[in-house]
């Protein structure tokens, strides 16, 4: 049983243009959570997903970013328009159940932008 | 609003020493409180899952413990070894949609 896949693990872009991550959770799993790491700073929460849902967004930035979860396929989180303060490293997560089990975290993908 | 402290930041300790990771969070009605291990560079593995009705859980050396009431929980590691040298991070799930809130971790090094 294969753990969370992301890719890539190291997305290079240059200010203004487009970076998609990609993750795959846990086989069975429905519940998707997307968190960023800044240099230095704790695990930040973005964006909590079910597929073809969108549950809850309240840490996603208002522009530039969105996210979704297609019924085929894996989760994509897109960030548009990419600027230098969007460099760290992305993490997806996933459970079976949204509220009270253990998330499985993937090893995460490193955007740096130049 | 949900913070959660930890506490110390970094922690340098010989081999073999026991030792306690402190996180502390502010708004005791959770659901859940989860203790990671993050690598450099590395993603984040699950150590121990504690219930908000559970007091305390164990693996291996790690035991982890929690008082909702005080908003602390501690991870306790027994005869530490240079292998668990990484940042330990606790995490809360404070709510129904299940997103966790992280401390900013502690960075461990256990010295041969």
């Known amino acids: 049983n294969a753990g969370v896949m992301q890719n890539p693990r190291h997305l290079v872009r240059r200010r203004g243009q487009e970076a998609r991550l990609r993750c795959s959770p846990m086989k069975g799993h429905s519940h998707v959570y997307w968190y960023r790491q800044l240099p230095e700073e704790g695990l930040k929460f973005m964006v909590y997903l079910q597929k073809e849902n969108i549950i809850d967004e309240s840490g996603m930035p208002k522009e530039r970013f969105s996210a979704e979860f297609p019924k085929e396929g894996p989760s994509i989180l897109r960030i548009q328009q990419v600027v230098r303060g969007d460099s760290a490293a992305y993490f997806c997560?996933?459970?079976?159940?949204?509220?009270?089990?253990?998330?499985?975290f993937g090893a995460g993908t490193r955007l740096s932008v130049l | 609003k949900q913070e959660v402290t930890q506490i110390p930041a970094a922690l340098s300790v010989p081999e073999g020493e026991n030792l306690v990771l402190n996180c502390s969070f502010t708004d005791s009605a959770i659901y859940n409180l989860q203790w990671f291990r993050q690598d450099p560079g590395k993603g984040l593995t699950s150590l121990l899952l504690?219930?908000?009705?559970?007091r305390e859980q164990t693996s291996g050396r790690l035991n982890a413990s929690l008082d909702k009431s005080s908003g602390r929980s501690t991870l306790y590691i027994a005869a530490s070894q240079p292998g668990d040298s990484a940042t330990y991070l606790c995490?809360?799930?404070?709510?129904?949609?299940?997103?966790?809130?992280f401390g900013k971790g502690t960075k461990l090094s256990v010295k041969p």
């Open positions: 504690i219930q908000s009705s559970q």
């Open positions: 997560a996933s459970s079976t159940d949204g509220s009270k089990n253990i998330q499985y």
């Open positions: 995490a809360v799930n404070g709510g129904s949609q299940g997103n966790l809130i």
